[in-house]
């Protein structure tokens, strides 16, 4: 099993920046990739930005590309989302979720491929 902790969320004003980190603990060496996700009241959960624990490779929402940067440390098992230039439509709850095991699912946008997740962190933007 894996065991994953969000933890930076907070309150910030439009056009600030917040980073977000995921600590992973348990068996995630045998997790491909990591994902962060965000659910707004009322809205469906959404994929906002994946990572390869090999290569670092990583994918992107088109909501949040070119502000959003995704990074992971492989020695702490941490994964990181920088977020830059917020905007009132980022408010959300976070999730941080790890893949199947096994094979590295493409595009990791889909909720279906993820089988572990945190326990949200709340993010608001204030305009």
């Known amino acids: 099993q894996v065991q994953l902790v969000e933890s930076g969320g907070g309150l910030v004003q439009a056009g600030g920046s917040l980073r977000l980190s995921c600590a992973a603990s348990g068996r995630t060496f045998s997790r491909p990739a990591m994902g962060w996700f965000r659910q707004a009241p009322g809205k469906e959960r959404e994929f906002v930005a994946a990572?390869?624990?090999?290569?670092?490779?990583?994918y992107y929402a088109d909501s949040v590309q070119g502000r959003f940067t995704i990074s992971r440390d492989n020695a702490k098992n941490t994964v990181y989302l920088q977020m830059n230039s917020l905007k009132s439509e980022d408010t959300a709850v976070y999730y941080c979720a790890a893949q199947r095991s096994g094979y590295y699912y493409y595009p990791p946008d889909s909720r279906a491929v993820y089988d572990a997740w945190g326990q949200g962190t709340q993010v608001t933007v204030s305009s």
């Open positions: 990572i390869r624990w090999t290569g670092g490779s990583s």
